[in-house]
């Protein structure tokens, strides 16, 4: 037989989400009656609005005739597509040669790890979105601190706490060939400042490092201040690739769409063009996005499309702010839930032992912080994804428990 893949044997435990998908099916099986909410993985709920509905289902008959049938269609995306991507969601910032429409971001980072392969130093922040680390492990880039060298070999994790607002200190970053940073943040909602994200740049630009910035959670920043994309920081553009997802603000979790930005300038420390090589990866491993997704996209991209999408915004982060306030209200510290759908809480006991009491007590799932890395511990994230009234039933859920709880 062929041998395992060791870096796959490396990986010390399933994917988080999966994992709690596990324990909520064991719940289920304990209490058969029980109705449970979910303010756990980060999965839109709320139907697909009228205008992208209608440029999906524009598409669909299309096909259907052998005029407007298509088959493959340009590996990069529908070019108008990725001109309205460039202009209507980066302000003409980004050139739309530069945008690669794809199937998520997700698979896009795992994709980029086959860009840059085994052997990398990684940094990323602790907590992050677990695909990042679990990818990297994959493609072999694992690591440890070398106290010889004092240099970071493989994965190096940038702590991110309320201490130091969420923005790791750059100072003790070591020399890492791929930084992955997210803003708005999965999992501590905190969404970066222009100030911060320009100190990441200059440091980037100094230890010649590439960021991997994943903006899937951008169409949520409320505070006009923020930065929505790494292309707005002078610079960046030659440090960066940015990976950016319409599963979220617009509820293509399930229908699969999302882009990403590799910049002519990028290249590798050989002057190649790093552009290139993705092209030459996105065409040898993945044939083009979906067609009738991407027309649903441009469709969303449209006056009435944005509109709506605003909306569909506007919804998931009342529902943030409903949480958000009722678990203040108790007397816990929460963050993000402001530029983020995402809100999270300290609690006084571990990460899994706070999920499983919630669990069997509120009968709510959410994700145990330490999932998303070591300083995630202690913490829990909620996920404002939801229907309104489960959300308020959550909260009148949660308070009565945790009520109950701070008086044992
Ligand atoms: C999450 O809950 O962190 C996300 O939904 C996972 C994802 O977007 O893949």
Known sequence: MAKRNQNIAKLQSGYLFPEIARRKREFMQRNPSAKLISLGIGDTTEPLTPAIVRGLSGEVSGLASTKGYTGYGEEQGMPELRRAIAQKLY???VPEDEVFVSDGAKPDTGRLQILFGPGRK????????????????????TGAFDAGSGQFHGMQYLRCVPENDFFPNLGKAGSPDIIFFCSPNNPTGAAATKEQLRQLVDFARRKKSIIIFDAAYSQFIRDSKLPKSIFEIDGAKEVAIEVNSFSKPIGFTGVRLGWTIVPEKLKFDDGTSVRKDWNRIMTTVFNGASNVAQHGALAALSDKGLAEMENMVSYYMENAAIIKKALSGLGYETYGGDNAPYIWVKFNSGSWEAFESILEKAHIVTTPGVGFGPSGEGFVRFSAFGHRENIIEAVERLKKHLQ???KK
């Open 91 to 93: 302000g003409g910032i």
């Open 122 to 141: 990684i940094a990323v922040q602790d907590p992050s979105y677990p695909v990042y680390v679990d990818s990297s492990v994959m493609m072999g880039n």
């Open 404 to 406: 109950e709880n701070s």
